[in-house]
């Protein structure tokens, strides 16, 4: 499997100033008239087409580029949600998030609560040179993990799983784990390549 280490170093730099800005720096954050015209912009647009497209056809609930930034916290940049979140909006870190960025798909551990409990998978976008330039996150309905509570981070009964998976997961639950992810590899698997590439163009324009 490709690995992207190198390409993680350079992409934590490009982003290095203006992270600064989420993480407490000197720098000030973009305005509302940045940020609208950043969500509004053509390039933009036709990126969350893309990924607009991929939610209505696999039902899931969102899906979004994340980045790391210089403190390994993973920022949303584009997002095909039909309320995206502001333009790097923080997310922190979850280990699935790096197992992603490093080169492999990966499933969140535990699910959360929306109108229904979801779960989300990542999976890693290449560029034409084999790059990975960022993580697909999928965030999948799954009304079946309803009735396991501890598998939900936002419920009182959750098992606190952060890193590792305990050895014993109902089937139920391992399906929740699966979906999110395997839509998210397969659909990874389209963007890699032409749109891999325009999307790296339009963060080194925006950062």
């Excluded at 992270?19 to 000197?26: H, I, N, P, R, W």
């Excluded at 580029?65 to 920022?75: E, G, Q, R, T």
């Excluded at 139920?172 to 699966?178: P, T, W």
């Amino acid at each position: 499997m490709k690995k992207s280490r190198i390409r993680l170093v350079l992409l934590t730099l490009l982003i290095l100033t203006l992270v600064l800005t989420g993480c407490g720096g000197g720098q000030e954050a973009a305005g509302p008239e940045e940020e609208a015209d950043i969500l509004q912009s053509e390039d933009y647009l036709a990126l969350k087409a893309t990924l607009d497209g991929i939610r209505t056809d696999s039902g899931a609930y969102y899906v979004y580029m994340m980045i790391p930034n210089a403190d390994n916290d993973f920022l949303i940049t584009v997002d095909g949600s039909e309320e995206p979140d502001d333009f790097l909006t923080n997310y922190g870190w979850e280990v699935q998030f790096t197992e992603a960025m490093e080169g492999e798909p990966a499933t969140a551990r535990s699910g959360w609560d929306d109108d229904v409990p979801v779960w989300s998978g990542f999976a890693p976008v290449y560029n034409s040179n084999g790059e990975v330039i960022g993580i697909l996150g999928v965030d999948f309905p799954s009304p079946e993990i309803e009735d396991y509570p501890e598998w939900n981070r936002d419920r009182e009964e959750w098992n606190g799983a952060e890193d590792e998976l305990p050895s014993e997961i109902p089937q139920a639950v391992l399906n929740a784990m699966k979906r999110p992810m395997t839509i998210a590899a397969e659909a990874a698997e389209t963007l890699n390549g032409e749109w891999a590439d325009a999307y790296e163009a339009f963060m080194a324009d925006k950062l």
